[in-house]
């Protein structure tokens, strides 16, 4: 595909940015003292050179009690030196440069944390102290005083952190804002509070650097701003004299998916296209975009001026570089996982990636450098750390061969890629499978491994990346209607049986209810399929619309456990819990289940007996166990090579530590 707006270099006043692509504003947990440290600076160095056309650094605070104990600061001189090694070695390697101002006020949980009003947030269920208006000029000034140091240190410009519900937006929404003076009440009192910061930067640094504001696209909470008041917003900031605009979703606090991989790719970019209708300055478009053709698309259709991309660019530095290279096939995509960004960020731990090891330990391994011990490697399994392996064992020179018995690469990933908002994990299959072309990784499909057959190729090394078998729940009545009222989770996603109309998964897990959410959809009218139904009119749109959004099986998770989803992220699983709520599948936690008999099952919960009837399918979402029966024989016969376990083989766990382990394993098999 040729990107002709994508690679277009973009000019905001008198800055010119090499493309459209711009690396957000992102908490990562580098820095422990607040300072601009190697970590962050090997960080964002290696997307420089990986071809991105502005880095926007931040969020910084401006004061510590808008800040957080693990996020930059911008508050003091001291600073200074850090962020002008930062711009230095982004200039460097041709990136433009911008400080996000950051100030969270009643999201930020630090001693005298302050807002517009004190209501009560329900980020940090913590009342802040109400500004008087002498510290609104204060907090107002140390923005400025800010900004002046980001101009000192080198950057191109700063950003003000007007989304996420923060401190600009707690000024602005009439559900957290309660004044009753020159900064309350009416539109034009809320926008009081942004627009003064907004003029007193311009005054201090606007004409030597970029003033650019960040908005929330819609709050997407009940009571607050909608899509509607943000375009009145953003023309109030345009006609201020703000340089850009960068739209991205809603509040920390809604219950809208913002970030997990059931949100489609390019989900919000209509948030940035409501904004540019209304405004001259460049806009820049956030959320959900992974993928350089989506952002031609997003550019090409007019919607924003630049995209931004945070975790895409998390999963793959150089996917700028490869998108202008024409190397589509090596971008490896970001899938939305959240297992390794925000989840570690709401858990205060640095930022990692799923996919990519290297993020975070940017310096520390050179995949460019090949062996001098090259090696004969069998791999057995093709599942995530299998094919990681053997990816890295080949960039470094070893001769890597995958023996996989079944037709397909990919292993659970197959199962997991089948539930709706699931369905981007396919990315990370194609992944692979261009890696294997375009590397001539050797596969060998349909091969069970054996002893002989992996002496066949007279290994050094062996990595089994064997997985997981099913544990079967030890529950009376359950052998004998195995492969007929109940199947595994794996084996009804595949479609290998058929389900029916009253289905009950078992086990409260991410796969239990990942598979229950399939079921309940299983039935929806396609959406091709309703498009040309309402368009024709052939029936009433609202009967379509139900059609579309709602599956014809009645569905019912049980579980032992008291909650359901407790493996799942923080970013994902109480989005997960809502998905389940609105379309209709009953919960049953707490419960042991003492039966199956037929149709029936029997279970208890607190003492008390209890049944479900008339069940059509039993799904097994109960867990899984190691699969080393192999790893196990081979290694009794004392074989000459070296072996490995690796992934849910060696230990049942999240798809980023087998990975990662399958990264470093391939990384360390010379040492």
């Known amino acids: ?20 692509l711009v690396l957000p504003a992102m908490a990562l947990n580098f820095s422990r003292d607040q300072t601009v440290n190697d970590k962050t600076i090997n960080f ?17 605070a401006v004061e510590a009690r808008g800040g957080g104990p693990t996020m930059l600061s911008i508050d003091d001189d001291k600073h200074i030196p850090g962020y002008t090694r930062f ?24 001693p005298g944390m ?21 510290e609104i000029k204060e907090v107002q000034e140390n923005h400025a005083l800010a900004a002046e140091r980001v101009r000192e240190a080198g950057f191109d410009g700063v950003e003000l952190l007007g989304s996420a519900g923060y401190l600009i937006n707690q000024f602005l929404s009439p ?81 809208i998916p913002q970030l997990p991989m059931m949100v489609p790719a390019g989900a919000y970019a209509y948030l940035a296209e409501n904004v540019k209708r209304n405004v001259s300055a460049p806009v820049f478009s956030a959320n959900r975009i992974n993928d350089p053709v989506l952002a031609e698309r997003i550019l090409r259709n007019e919607w924003a001026d630049a995209i931004c991309m945070g975790r895409g660019l998390i999963a793959d530095p150089y996917l700028p570089n490869k998108a202008k290279e024409n190397k589509l096939w090596d971008i490896r995509k970001c899938v939305a996982c959240n297992q390794g960004c925000f989840d570690h960020i709401f858990t205060g731990k640095s930022v990692e990636c799923m996919q990519n090891y290297l993020a975070s330990r940017e310096g520390k391994y050179d995949l460019d450098k090949k062996t001098d011990q090259p090696m004969k490697v069998v791999i057995i399994g093709s599942g995530p750390a299998g094919l990681e392996a053997a990816r890295v064992a080949t960039l470094l020179g070893h001769n890597a061969t995958i023996l996989e018995k079944r037709d397909e690469i990919g292993g659970q990933m197959n ?38 057959k992996i002496n066949e190729y007279n290994p050094n090394a062996v990595i089994f990346a064997t997985g997981v078998k099913f544990d079967i729940p030890d529950i009376p ?44 959809e299983l039935g929806t009218l396609d959406s091709e399929i309703a498009r040309f139904i309402s368009f024709y009119d052939l029936i009433p749109r609202e009967e379509v619309m139900d059609k579309w959004l709602r599956g014809n099986r009645s569905v019912t998770i049980i579980d032992k456990l008291p909650k359901l989803g407790l493996n799942l992220g923080r970013t994902t699983r109480g989005f997960m819990i809502g998905h389940t709520m609105k379309l209709g599948i009953k919960t049953i936690t707490g419960a042991n289940i003492t039966r199956f008999e037929g149709k029936t ?34 290694k009794a016969t004392n074989p000459p090579f070296k072996m490995y376990k690796i992934g849910d083989c060696k230990e049942p766990r999240t798809m980023m530590e087998a990975i990662h382990e399958g990264f470093e394993t391939a990384y360390n098999l010379d040492k």
């Open 415 to 452: 199962a997991a890629m089948v539930p709706p908002g699931r369905r981007e994990m396919t990315e990370i299959i194609d992944y692979y499978r261009a890696q294997i072309m375009h590397r001539n990784i050797d596969l060998q499909l349909n091969t069970e491994a054996t002893l002989e």
């Open 44 to 60: 964002y160095e290696e997307r420089a050179k990986g071809g991105v056309g502005l880095i926007i650094l931040g969020g910084c």
């Open 87 to 110: 711009a230095e070695e982004m200039h460097k390697h041709g990136a433009k440069t911008i400080v996000q101002l950051y100030h969270a006020g009643a999201y930020s949980g630090m």
């Open 114 to 134: 302050v807002s517009s009003s004190a209501v009560m947030s329900n980020l940090t269920r913590r009342v802040p102290k109400e500004l008087t208006i002498d």
């Open 477 to 520: 009545g359950i052998d004998g209607s195995l492969g007929s009222t109940i199947y595994f989770a794996d084996d009804a996603l595949a479609g290998d049986y058929p389900v029916g109309k009253n289905v009950v998964v078992v086990g409260g897990s991410a796969t239990g209810m990942e598979t229950a959410i399939w079921a309940a």
């Open 175 to 255: 559900m957290t804002n309660k004044r009753t003076d020159e900064y309350g009440g009416s539109l034009e009192n809320r926008l009081r509070y942004p627009l003064e910061l907004i003029n007193l930067v311009k005054e201090r640094v606007g004409k030597d650097i970029l003033v650019g504001m960040r908005v929330a696209g819609d709050d997407f909470v009940p009571g607050s701003n909608t899509y509607k008041e943000t375009a009145v917003f953003a023309k109030y900031y345009d006609d201020a004299g703000v340089d850009y605009i960068n739209v991205t979703g809603g509040w920390h606090e809604t219950r």
């Open 601 to 634: 099952m029997e279970f208890e919960i607190e003492g008390e007996k209890k049944s479900l009837e008339n069940i059509d399918t039993f799904i097994l979402a109960t867990g899984v166990k190691p699969n080393s029966e192999l790893y196990d024989k081979i």
């Open 1 to 20: 595909m040729k990107f002709i707006k994508l690679f277009e270099p973009l000019k905001i006043r008198d800055v010119e940015i090499r493309n459209r």
